[in-house]
T-cell receptor, first 112, second 113 residues
Framework: DQQVKQNSPSLSVQEGRISILNCDYTNSMFDYFLWYKKYPAEGPTFLISISSIKDKNEDGRFTVFLNKSAKHLSLHIVPSQPGDSAVYFC???????????FGKGTLLTVNP | DVKVTQSSRYLVKRTGEKVFLECVQDMDHENMFWYRQDPGLGLRLIYFSYDVKMKEKGDIPEGYSVSREKKERFSLILESASTNQTSMYLCASNKQGPAGELFFGEGSRLTVL
């Protein structure tokens, strides 16, 4: 049973445009959400997070939106740059659970 | 600069061999994790440890064991490697308490022939 779902395996956008990556979750206990970026042959690196007490968090070109009623979050990248091309993982955790549950990832390609 | 270091970036082993993957973190983190990443399957948790000598099974522990004798070191052991264990293995750590930002190592690409 997949508790964190990224339904788009890949996304392609033009440089300078907005990239929107989506993530859905099923576990109501999740209260903290993170996005990670991963380049080939490297470990994932933390990008941005959001707590369930918020519905938006911004960090430079990256904004994460959380819709708790829909159990949906999205990552917006504006403007997109070729260096943003990577696999993006959505992750979630809940309560006192030590674990992060990851989605399957979305490969973002930003074309020059 | 904080770091999670995995001992081997690339390994090639034969079926039936015993494989050790080592991970060391210098952030004094209590929690350490082993994930594997496979195309189309994302990151799947194999084992984690929230204290020295403590370990808990993740989502896919079959065929693996772990060892945590010191706080900074977490080892993943494949007792008898099989071809379906060919994968990218990622070690991570974070502070004690509810899961927050994980710090990952660069990964170990294991090929089992």
């Amino acid at each position: 049973d997949q508790q964190v779902k990224q339904n788009s395996p890949s996304l392609s956008v033009q440089e300078g445009r907005i990239s929107i990556l989506n993530c859905d979750y099923t576990n109501s206990m999740f209260d903290y959400f993170l996005w990670y970026k991963k380049y080939p042959a490297e470990g994932p690196t933390f990008l941005i997070s959001i707590s369930s007490i918020k519905d938006k968090n911004e960090d430079g070109r990256f904004t994460v939106f959380l819709n708790k009623s829909a159990k949906h979050l999205s990552l917006h990248i504006v403007p997109s740059q070729p260096g943003d091309s990577a696999v993006y993982f959505c992750a979630a955790s809940g309560g006192s659970n030590y674990k992060l549950t990851f989605g399957k990832g979305t490969l973002l390609t930003v074309n020059p | 600069d904080v770091k999670v270091t995995q001992s081997s970036r690339y390994l090639v082993k034969r079926t039936g061999e015993k494989v050790f993957l080592e991970c060391v973190q210098d952030m004094d983190h209590e929690n350490m994790f082993w994930y594997r990443q496979d195309p189309g399957l994302g990151l799947r948790l194999i084992y984690f440890s929230y204290d020295v000598k403590m370990k808990e099974k993740g989502d896919i522990p079959e065929g693996y064991s772990v060892s945590r004798e010191k706080k900074e070191r977490f080892s993943l052991i494949l007792e008898s490697a099989s071809t379906n264990q060919t994968s990218m293995y990622l070690c991570a750590s974070n502070k004690q308490g509810p899961a927050g930002e994980l710090f990952f190592g660069e990964g170990s690409r294991l090929t089992v022939l």
